[in-house]
C-alpha cells in the first residue's frame, strides 16, 4: 500500500481512504489506548474518538508526514481526556466507593507510546531482524546463542541488531518530532 | 560494505559512532564492545550532542523491545462504531479491516490453548439452572465481601451486577461488554497485580479477561486462575495463565454471585488439579456501571 497516497486521499475527504487508514492502523491505535487506560472497553471508545477525530479533523493532516505519528498524537489527547474524566468520576463519586479504575496512567504516557511503536515498526520489519531483535532484546539472549540457534554467524547477528535497532530508532525520531 | 558483513569500528567515516559502538553503549553488555573503543565511544558521546540524541533514542528502542509486545489487534466491530459515527460506509473498508486477528501475540492466540474445556464439566453440572436468570432490566446483587484469605477487600459493599434481559437482546448482539471489573492486588506475593474483566461477548458467553504484571517462570510451574467465594469454600479454576494478558472462557451456567473473587494461584506441574492453597494475588469482582 502507498501510504503517502493514503494519506493525501484521506486529507481529501475519500471514504475509501478512511477505511484503508483504519486497516492499516487500528491495531497500533487500540493498543495505544489499552496499554495507557488498562481497560479493555474504555480502550475501545478511545480508539473509537481517535478515528472519529481523524477524520474530522483530516485537513490539519498534512499528507507529508506519517499517518501513525500524526494518529499517535490524536491517540495521547483522547487518552488524556479519557484519565481526566476518571479524574472528574473519582471526585464526584460517594465516600468509600472503590475507584475501579486508575485515574492516572500506570506508566508514563512516553513509556507506553515508545513500547507500541517499537513493537508495532518490530512486527513491519520482517524476517530475520524481527526475530533476531526479539531474541537479543526480549528475551535477553548473547549474541551467540541466537547465532547457534539461527545457524547464522555472530557477525551477521549482529549487523541484523545494528541496522534493526537503527531502523527502530527512525520511528521514534519520525513520532516525537 | 556488503548487507550481512560486520563492522567492528567504533567511528564512522565521518566521526561519529557506528551503529556498533551505538548498541554497545546502549546494552550495557560488555560483550558488545568487543573490538571496540569503549572509552573513546564514551569521550565522544559527551562531546557530540548528535550521536547522544540517536545513543538516548537506541537506549528507549532496548527499553522498549525488553517490554512484551503490548499489541493487539482491533476488536471486532470497531470499524463498523467508528464508519457508524462518522455516516461513512462501512464498506469502506478493505477487506483488511474487516479480519482483525491478523497482528501478533492478543487474546485470541490464548483462547485456542485454553486447557480447561472439559476439565471443569463437573463444576458446570453443579449448577446449571443457576444461570442468570433472564429478567426485564439490570438486576443487582449486592455481595457483602469480607476479608478473603489474606486478603482485605474491606467491609464496603462488592456489587455485582448480573446481566439480564429479557428480551435477550444486548446492548448490540455483537458487541463485547465489560460486566464486571477486578482489580487484583498481591497476597502471598510481594508484587504481582493484575486486572480481570468479565465480559460477555455478546453471543451469551462469558470470558475473563486477565491482565497479570508478570508471569510465572517455567521453570517454578504457572499461574493458575480461578473464581471462588470470600471462603475459598467454592472455587472454580479458569485455567492457566501463560501470558501477561489471557482470556479464560466461564464456564456456561455459573452462578457469578457465588464466586465473587478472582484469584491467582501459584501451581506446580504435579498432576494435582485442586488449588495449591497459594494465592498470588487477588480481587473482588465488582459491577461495572454502563
Ligand atoms: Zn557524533
Redesign the pocket.
Known amino acids: 500500500m502507498d501510504r503517502d497516497s493514503l494519506g493525501a486521499r484521506f486529507a481529501a475527504g475519500e471514504e475509501d481512504a478512511m477505511g484503508e487508514l483504519f486497516a492499516a492502523h487500528s491495531s497500533l491505535v487500540f493498543s495505544l489506548c489499552l496499554s495507557a487506560l488498562r481497560h479493555r472497553q474504555d480502550a475501545e471508545d478511545a480508539a473509537q474518538q481517535v478515528f472519529v477525530r481523524a477524520w474530522k479533523f483530516r485537513e490539519s493532516y498534512d499528507p507529508g508526514k506519517p499517518l501513525g505519528a500524526w494518529l499517535t498524537g490524536i491517540a495521547r489527547r483522547v487518552i488524556a481526556d479519557t484519565f481526566h474524566a476518571r479524574q472528574r468520576q473519582l471526585r464526584s463519586a460517594e465516600a468509600g466507593g472503590a475507584a475501579l479504575l486508575h485515574a492516572a496512567p500506570d506508566e508514563p504516557m512516553d513509556t507506553v507510546v515508545d513500547q507500541v511503536l517499537i513493537h508495532q515498526a518490530l512486527s513491519e520489519l520482517g524476517p530475520p531482524q524481527d526475530e533476531i531483535l526479539r531474541m537479543a532484546y526480549t528475551q535477553d539472549l548473547p549474541v551467540r546463542t541466537i547465532s547457534e540457534q539461527l545457524e547464522m554467524p555472530v557477525g551477521t547477528v549482529k549487523s541484523h541488531l545494528h541496522r534493526g535497532l537503527a531502523r527502530l530508532r527512525k520511528t521514534l525520531e519520525v513520532a516525537h518530532d | 560494505m556488503t548487507e550481512a558483513q560486520y563492522s567492528d569500528e567504533t567511528f564512522t567515516s565521518d ?3 557506528t551503529e556498533a559502538a551505538l548498541t554497545a553503549a546502549a546494552s550495557g553488555s560488555s560483550d558488545d564492545w568487543d573490538g571496540l573503543d569503549q572509552r573513546a565511544a564514551q569521550n ?1 558521546v559527551e562531546q ?1 550532542s ?2 547522544a540524541a540517536h545513543l538516548g533514542r537506541t537506549k528507549r528502542v532496548i527499553t522498549a523491545l525488553a517490554a512484551p509486545s503490548p499489541m493487539e489487534a482491533a476488536p471486532e466491530g470497531l470499524w463498523d462504531r467508528v464508519a457508524q459515527e462518522l455516516q461513512i460506509s462501512s464498506a469502506a473498508s478493505s477487506s483488511t479491516a474487516l479480519s482483525p486477528h491478523n497482528t501478533g501475540d492478543g487474546i485470541d492466540a490464548d483462547k485456542d490453548s485454553n486447557p480447561t474445556d472439559g476439565r471443569f464439566s463437573t463444576v458446570q453440572q453443579l449448577h446449571p439452572q443457576l444461570r442468570p436468570r433472564r429478567s426485564a432490566g439490570a438486576r443487582w446483587l449486592t455481595i457483602f465481601a469480607a476479608a478473603a484469605a489474606g486478603v482485605v477487600v474491606g467491609a464496603a459493599a462488592v456489587t455485582w451486577w448480573l446481566q439480564s434481559g429479557q428480551d435477550e437482546q444486548p446492548p448490540s448482539a455483537d458487541a463485547p461488554t465489560v460486566v464486571g471489573d477486578a482489580v487484583l492486588e498481591p497476597v502471598a506475593s510481594d508484587d504481582l497485580t493484575g486486572q480481570a474483566q468479565m465480559v460477555d461477548r455478546g453471543d451469551g458467553e462469558l470470558e475473563l479477561r486477565v491482565d497479570l504484571s508478570a508471569t510465572a517462570d517455567p521453570a517454578d510451574g504457572y499461574f493458575e486462575v480461578w473464581l471462588r467465594d470470600e471462603d475459598a469454600n467454592r472455587l472454580m479454576s479458569l485455567g492457566a495463565a501463560t501470558a501477561e494478558s489471557t482470556t479464560l472462557q466461564v464456564p456456561a451456567g455459573i452462578d457469578l454471585s457465588q464466586y465473587p473473587i478472582v484469584d491467582v494461584s501459584h501451581e506446580h506441574f504435579d498432576g494435582d488439579p485442586t488449588h495449591s492453597g497459594t494465592t498470588l494475588a487477588a480481587g473482588p469482582m465488582e459491577g461495572v456501571d454502563e
Request: proline fraction near 0%.
Open positions: 566521526g561519529h559512532l565522544h557530540c548528535l550521536c
